[in-house]
């Protein structure tokens, strides 16, 4: 139900995450940013093929950003569909966590830093 | 009425949505409130396979969705499980959350936002759930 490949570029650590992330799936997701994070302090996240996710998803992404900031990590997801994007505007999320359009425009966060 | 019926087990929840999909699609509910309802029954059955059932797939968890042909559909999600108790629940904050690193406390936040209402009772030894939402038919 759920696909993430990781691979690094250039000094960023792109996951891409494939499928639907919900309450039976979300582990997957967890495991694979919790090790990204504890490697890389620049993360990008395309989830262009992410078809579904609940607050079991949401939660995960919710319960780094304090490590992000004090960590001084930088993570960025981009490419997400109209639908997945709104469940994180429901909530407002979309303030706390860095999103993006496009991975170019993921990448030129990336640059500023 | 559509009813749905299936054992305490995480890994059921795709089935759940595919359900509630076909369901809303059938009876004319406008397709961009489909993708949120099915999230919002999803969260209500997420939160009661794992913390009221403890994930027994010996339990079972009922779904009745009634389209009330005034404008209402409402959905009855009904379990044998531990109740919620939905009068002491406190709403968390997002800071609060950040915080203190908490990867739940956002699916109730997410029910209420999308539904128009959100009740939980008991009788004997069933807890009901009922969530309803105000449509218009697709003309």
Redesign the interface.
């Known amino acids: ?1 759920i696909d993430i490949e990781s691979k690094i570029e250039d000094g960023i650590c792109e996951l891409f995450v494939k499928g ?1 992330v ?3 799936s ?1 582990i997957h997701l ?1 495991n694979s940013l919790s090790e990204a994070i504890t490697n890389n302090s620049k993360i990008i996240v395309d989830l262009s093929k992410l078809e ?1 996710i ?3 998803g ?3 992404f ?6 992000l900031e004090t960590d001084k990590i930088q993570l960025v997801l981009f490419g997400m569909n109209e ?1 997945v994007l ?2 994180f505007q ?4 979309d303030q ?1 966590i860095e999103i993006r359009n496009s991975k170019a425009e993921a990448m030129a966060e990336m640059k500023d830093a | 009425m559509h009813k749905f019926k299936t054992p305490c087990q ?2 059921k ?2 089935e759940i ?1 595919e359900f509630i999909s076909d369901v809303l699609t059938d009876i004319g509910f406008p397709d961009i409130e489909v ?2 309802v099915v ?1 919002a029954v ?2 209500v059955c ?1 939160n009661l ?2 913390h009221s059932n403890k994930c027994n797939p010996s339990e079972c968890l009922e779904i009745f969705i009634e389209d009330n042909k005034e404008g209402t559909v409402t959905f009855d999600i009904v379990d044998y499980g531990i109740g919620f108790n939905y009068n002491n629940y406190k709403e968390p904050n ?1 800071e609060e ?3 203190k ?7 109730i ?2 029910v209420k ?2 539904m128009d209402s959100v009740e939980f009772s008991q009788e004997k030894d069933k807890n009901i759930c009922r969530l309803m939402k105000k449509f218009q038919h697709k003309k």
């Open positions: 139900m639907e919900d309450a039976s979300s967890d579904y609940s607050s079991a949401l939660g995960v919710m319960s780094y950003l304090q490590q639908k709104e469940v429901i909530l407002g999320l706390l | 995480r890994e929840l795709k949505r993708h949120k999230l999803d969260e997420a396979i794992i997002l959350i950040v915080r690193r908490r990867k739940g406390g956002l699916g936040m997410l936002k999308i």
